[in-house]
């Protein structure tokens, strides 16, 4: 198991991806603002991640609230600085609906036992996310070949979850299925995820691969040697557009263009059923440095505007099949999907 | 103007565009081999530049040999060497080509009146690319309208030529008209040459801009914040075929499924009449360092394996027209072309 986060002492410990993978570094958050800003700078990052972060934000903030306060406000103001740490990840506001539901189905318990029932919720939170991911991992490895050569954009493996992985724990588990692959893992600038994160996690696992720049992928379909294509998801609405990293429209566009299936792999918190396409879903736009700049130093002219948005959207249209925890479906994702939720 | 490379005092300075932005220095280039290792080391880079270098570098190497020496094989070794500097970009081989006629040419004349044609012609080379590339601006510039925002892949600006650029001289050229226009430059890695170069240059011009990773084109393309794409050429088969730095191929099959135009904009000089298709144009495979590092730092676990195709090939069929000094061609390119060289 990857150390992604981590309940430790009433404290909550990440290791900071930003850092990685020249240096690993633990962050300690002592209360709720902590973890907020662990997720606005991506110390920790990657939707389901955000979702265990956020929970274990909202307990160790509810931990730190005094008697003599009003615990209902204080949760609220919890709940509210951590909702507008990232805007598009669908699980920060999944968990924190669990959350609140746990907080009001408890309200008859005495203060610290209503505490305790929040740390336990978000620990609940984090240990199903570990057994979904693996749920998932099953699933999509059924989807790959002995041999395939898989492109993944961005990092959705065990540091972009509570452990194991989406995407990168598919091809973790046909990996320990026997199964001989190797993997193509985009750099995916500007934060450079893929360069740095999957790459750390398949050096780790010992999972074959080559780091490309994002422009590549597309020539090495082209060249056919890439098979298949699979990315994690930050919000998927009911008709199967995915909001992913900012590249997954171009990967899902080239796989299409040179018949390559291309999946996605997502756990059910990751859909949002309150919306109806991904037209709706708010794309983060984050700060110009992330461009301008690598490693502190800066890469274009002093002067230049950038553009910088986080994510993108790829239509439905795009997508072979959702590797969800409960099984694979396929278009039309309204029909799949809802007998899947039955 | 802009200061890519000039003949002065029996020696060839060039501008080291690997340190662009940051720093303006320049590199002075005393014998071929200096030249050829500038070519291979990228200090001088564009397929256009990268021919009036190679012209220089024979001009200079010509003019270093001594009386006692057998200079036809001396022009000979020369040659040799530069000609396995870099395989992809046409224009090399082609600058190459027109230096060695005009050395056959002008066998009646004394070594050192030879050495004095040798120089005129690497002269006319580079004084020709200027105005061929004002050609060019002056045809591209009808294909933009007013309020055009245009996407641009890498540099083929004046850095990329002799001056003034082919890509993007088409884009200065009906800036110059007084078009209102913005560009998107993709950052273009692994060697930034869009973050660094094209930004370096539009800056200079006050042509407003955005510097992008590749990775956002698709999906401003999607939302509708691009009208058109244009790009430069590194070598171009008869049937339109089109090899360009590596990501080429992603921003036209992401421009065709957006409904916009993809244009390349290229001198005659980087069209190869020995071939026939892009498959057989031979692509550059660099240094895995390029990939794995920024700025001298490793962005991958050290132990990363990587890709780094230099250049892609963007099949005729994603063009929408070519952009040469004798006019516009449209598909199908064997004829267009046939007809424009008449």
């Given at each position: 198991?990857?150390?992604?986060?981590?309940?430790?002492?009433?404290?909550?410990?990440?290791?900071?991806?930003?850092?990685?993978?020249?240096?690993?570094?633990?962050?300690?958050?002592?209360?709720?603002?902590?973890?907020?800003?662990?997720?606005?700078?991506?110390?920790?990052?990657?939707?389901?991640?955000?979702?265990?972060?956020?929970?274990?934000?909202?307990?160790?903030?509810?931990?730190?609230?005094?008697?003599?306060?009003?615990?209902?406000?204080?949760?609220?103001?919890?709940?509210?600085?951590?909702?507008?740490?990232?805007?598009?990840?669908?699980?920060?506001?999944?968990?924190?609906?669990?959350?609140?539901?746990a907080h009001q189905e408890n309200q008859g318990l005495p203060l610290d036992e209503l505490k305790k029932r929040l740390i336990a919720e978000a620990l609940d939170i984090e240990q199903e996310d570990v057994e979904i991911n693996r749920q998932i991992g099953q699933f999509g490895a059924e989807l790959i070949k002995d041999g395939d050569s898989?492109?993944?954009?961005?990092?959705?493996?065990?540091?972009?979850?509570?452990?194991?992985?989406?995407?990168?724990?598919?091809?973790?588990?046909?990996?320990?299925?026997?199964?001989?692959?190797?993997?193509?893992?985009?750099?995916?600038?500007?934060?450079?995820?893929?360069?740095?994160?999957?790459?750390?996690?398949?050096?780790?696992?010992?999972?074959?691969?080559?780091?490309?720049?994002?422009?590549?992928?597309?020539?090495?379909?082209?060249?056919?040697?890439?098979?298949?294509?699979?990315?994690?998801?930050?919000?998927?609405?009911?008709?199967?557009?995915?909001?992913?990293?900012?590249?997954?429209?171009?990967?899902?566009?080239?796989?299409?263009?040179?018949?390559?299936?291309?999946?996605?792999?997502?756990?059910?918190?990751?859909?949002?059923?309150?919306?109806?396409?991904?037209?709706?879903?708010?794309?983060?736009?984050?700060?110009?440095?992330?461009?301008?700049?690598?490693?502190?130093?800066?890469?274009?002219?002093?002067?230049?505007?950038?553009?910088?948005?986080?994510?993108?959207?790829?239509?439905?249209?795009?997508?072979?099949?959702?590797?969800?925890?409960?099984?694979?479906?396929?278009?039309?994702?309204?029909?799949?999907?809802?007998?899947?939720?039955?």
């Amino acid at each position: 198991m990857l150390p992604t986060i981590e309940w430790r002492d009433d404290r909550v410990i990440m290791i900071d991806q930003r850092k990685l993978p020249g240096e690993e570094v633990y962050v300690e958050c002592r209360d709720f603002e902590d973890v907020a800003e662990a997720i606005e700078k991506m110390v920790i990052r990657g939707a389901p991640a955000i979702g265990v972060a956020a929970a274990f934000g909202v307990a160790l903030g509810f931990l730190r609230v005094e008697r003599s306060k009003d615990s209902r406000a204080e949760f609220s103001r919890i709940l509210t600085r951590l909702r507008r740490t990232r805007p598009t990840a669908r699980n920060l506001f999944w968990a924190l609906e669990r959350m609140t539901a746990a907080h009001q189905e408890n309200q008859g318990l005495p203060l610290d036992e209503l505490k305790k029932r929040l740390i336990a919720e978000a620990l609940d939170i984090e240990q199903e996310d570990v057994e979904i991911n693996r749920q998932i991992g099953q699933f999509g490895a059924e989807l790959i070949k002995d041999g395939d050569s898989i492109l993944t954009h961005c990092n959705a493996g065990g540091l972009a979850t509570a452990a194991y992985g989406t995407a990168l724990g598919v091809i973790r588990a046909a990996f320990e299925q026997g199964k001989k692959i190797r993997v193509f893992a985009d750099e995916t600038r500007p934060f450079l995820q893929g360069a740095r994160l999957t790459a750390w996690e398949l050096e780790k696992l010992g999972i074959p691969y080559f780091v490309i720049s994002d422009s590549m992928a597309g020539w090495l379909m082209r060249k056919a040697e890439i098979d298949l294509a699979i990315v994690g998801a930050d919000r998927i609405t009911p008709n199967g557009d995915t909001a992913n990293k900012i590249g997954t429209y171009s990967v899902a566009v080239l796989a299409k263009e040179n018949h390559i299936s291309f999946y996605v792999a997502a756990p059910l918190s990751t859909f949002d059923f309150s919306l109806e396409t991904g037209d709706q879903i708010p794309i983060e736009e984050r700060p110009p440095e992330e461009v301008k700049e690598i490693n502190g130093k800066l890469i274009t002219p002093a002067g230049a505007r950038v553009r910088n948005p986080a994510f993108d959207v790829t239509p439905a249209g795009y997508i072979t099949a959702i590797i969800t925890e409960k099984g694979v479906i396929r278009p039309p994702y309204e029909k799949t999907l809802a007998d899947l939720r039955k």
